[in-house]
C-alpha cells in the first residue's frame, strides 16, 4: 500500500466559540487525489485552515510524513513539501505574474530549475504566458486562481492542497481548472481537493470524504460516491 503522506487525527476547530470541526479523521496516500466535498459552511476551509496552520487546533493532530505539524508555519511545511492554494487565491496583486511565480519558489536556490519550471507552468497555462509582464490584480477572477496554482506549484510540492479552485469561475474556466488539476496529478503531485463542485470532484477523485456539519459522514472510493443516491440527492441536485 502506498505510504500515507498526511493524516488528519481528531481535528477538532472552533471560530469564535462555534465548533466549525467536530473531530475529523482522514489520510491522504501517496499518489492519490483525494476530494473533500460538501455543502457551504459544513467545515471544509476550516479543516483545510488546520492542516495549514492558519487556524489554531481545539483538539486532535495532524501529520505530514508521519511527523506532527501541528503548529508549524507556512515557510516549514513548504519547505517540507506542503503547498496550499487557498479559497481567494491570494496572489500578489502589485507583482507581475512572472514575479508572483518566482515567489512561489522562494524557497528554492536552483535559478535554472526554477526558470524551467516557470516555463512548465506557462505551458498549462498558456494564458499567463500570453500576460507574463502583467499586474496579478488586473487579471480575472480564473487567471488569478491558475496564477495561484501555478505559483504554488514552483515550490515543487509533494502535496498539492487546494481549497475551493472552482469557486466562483465561469464554465469555461471551471473546466481548464479541473483539467490542470488532473494534469498535475497525473504528474505524480498528490493531491487534497476541497469542493463544492461535488460532481467534478467526484469524476477526477480516487477517493472521497462528504463532511456535513463539521463532521464526516461518509467516506470511499469516489466512484462509488458519485453513484450513491444519498450524495445524489445532496450534492448533484437528482
Not at 33 to 50: F, H
Not at 105 to 112: C, N, Q, T
Not at 136 to 141: I, W
Not at 216 to 238: F, H, I, N, S, W
Request: no cysteine.
Amino acid at each position: 500500500m502506498p505510504q500515507t503522506l498526511l493524516k488528519v487525527k481528531g481535528l477538532k476547530v472552533a471560530y469564535g466559540g462555534i465548533q466549525a470541526v467536530k473531530g475529523v479523521d482522514l489520510e491522504v496516500r501517496e499518489g492519490e487525489l483525494v476530494t473533500l466535498i460538501g455543502s457551504n459552511g459544513a467545515g471544509k476551509t476550516s479543516t483545510m485552515k488546520a492542516i495549514t496552520g492558519s487556524l489554531p487546533l481545539l483538539e486532535g493532530d495532524i501529520e505530514y510524513l508521519g511527523q506532527s505539524i501541528r503548529g508549524q508555519g507556512a515557510w516549514d511545511l513548504v519547505k517540507s513539501g506542503l503547498a496550499m492554494v487557498p479559497e481567494g487565491r491570494g496572489v500578489f496583486t502589485r507583482m507581475t505574474i512572472t514575479e508572483n511565480l518566482q515567489m512561489g519558489a522562494y524557497i528554492r536556490a536552483d535559478g535554472a530549475g526554477v526558470d524551467a519550471d516557470i516555463d512548465k507552468v506557462f505551458t498549462l497555462f498558456p494564458r499567463l504566458k500570453e500576460r507574463r509582464d502583467q499586474l496579478a490584480g488586473t487579471m480575472s477572477g480564473g487567471e488569478q486562481q491558475m496564477l495561484a496554482m501555478g505559483r504554488a506549484l514552483m515550490s515543487r510540492p509533494k502535496v498539492l492542497l487546494l481549497d475551493e479552485p472552482s469557486m466562483g469561475l465561469s464554465p469555461i474556466m471551471v473546466d481548464k481548472i479541473f483539467e490542470v488539476v488532473k494534469d498535475v496529478y497525473t504528474q505524480g503531485v498528490t493531491v487534497l481537493l476541497v469542493e463544492q463542485n461535488a460532481s467534478r470532484a467526484l469524476k477526477i477523485a480516487d477517493r472521497a470524504y462528504v463532511m456535513e456539519s463539521g463532521l464526516l459522514t461518509m467516506t470511499g472510493p469516489a466512484k462509488d460516491l458519485l453513484v450513491d443516491p444519498r450524495v445524489r440527492a445532496a450534492y448533484l441536485g437528482e
